[in-house]
């Protein structure tokens, strides 16, 4: 629709028929700047008929719009030929999304991104910026999160199924990608393969390291969990990251790391 008017709260369009169309702040992505008399792209999400008055709602930020971008880009979705599986978003900033195709010879992913990445750059575009991982779908659950998680390697994994968890372990190097900046590749990991992610570093065999939950005595486990959700576990892996990373990752304060730093070594000094 073209952009008639914008207010504090939302934007009024026009579609060509005169229809008024109303897209709220919170439908908007973050970075969106439009001018008055431009064309906006969005999805219908909802129609009030309040006093048989009905209401039209847009929104940018739906996983339903970033899938009618990929049917208007792609001529194989719209054509039926590749079937989008799931969609996660976390609108202008990132994005993941589950691909299948119904014939051998179509490459899905190829297909979605593109010759030099000519498809997935218009999508990309229009959201913003908006990075988006196109990944393979598989009814395989353990591949369908190591896929997800990538760019990070997986070491090996233990799958609940009843209870929708999954625990990760990977090489100390590899967490901080699994993480992702934000935290926001665990977080759309999780959305999209509908489990619960927790990332673990492999303890590469030292006996003498403790788990962070065995001094939940001495330390709240609320800032034990900060530290478990930047891919810290053990004593030593905390021990070992300087103070400087400590602070900018987890958003605790100085004097809580400090203090969780003299407990951990003095654990150490025991010995």
Not at 3 to 32: C, S
Not at 252 to 270: G, H, K, M, S, W
Request: aromatic share 6%; with cysteine.
């Amino acid at each position: 629709g073209e952009l008639y008017q914008v207010w504090k709260k939302e934007m009024l369009l026009l579609d060509e028929d005169g229809n008024e169309l109303y897209l709220p702040k919170q439908n908007q992505i973050p970075n969106d700047y439009f001018r008055k008399g431009e064309t906006v792209r969005a999805v219908v999400v909802q129609v009030d008929n309040k006093n048989q008055n009905p209401k039209i709602i847009l929104s940018r930020t739906s996983p339903l719009f970033l899938q009618r971008l990929f049917e208007q880009e792609v001529p194989e979705v719209h054509d039926g030929l590749i079937a989008i599986k799931n969609i996660a978003r976390i609108p202008g900033e990132r994005a993941k999304v589950a691909v299948e195709s119904f014939d051998d010879r179509i490459d899905p992913v190829g297909a979605c991104v593109g010759i030099k990445g000519a498809r997935i750059h218009g999508i990309v575009r229009e959201l913003r910026n908006e990075n988006i991982d196109v990944i393979n779908y598989t009814s395989n659950t353990n591949l369908f999160i190591q896929r997800a998680l990538a760019p990070a390697k997986i070491s090996s994994m233990n799958i609940n199924e009843e209870e929708k968890k999954a625990e990760v372990y990977l090489q100390p190097d590899e967490v901080s990608l699994a993480i992702g900046k934000g935290g926001f590749n665990i977080k759309l990991a999780s959305m999209l393969t509908g489990y619960q992610i927790d990332v673990y570093r492999e303890m590469d065999g030292d006996d003498s390291d403790i788990y962070l939950d065995e001094f939940n005595d001495e330390i709240d486990q609320w800032v034990i969990d900060a530290l478990k959700a930047i891919g810290l576990d053990t004593a030593k892996q905390v021990l070992n990251t300087p103070k400087e990373e400590l602070l900018e990752r987890t958003d605790l304060e100085e004097e809580t790391i400090d203090d969780v730093i003299r407990i951990l070594e003095a654990e150490f000094a025991n010995d």
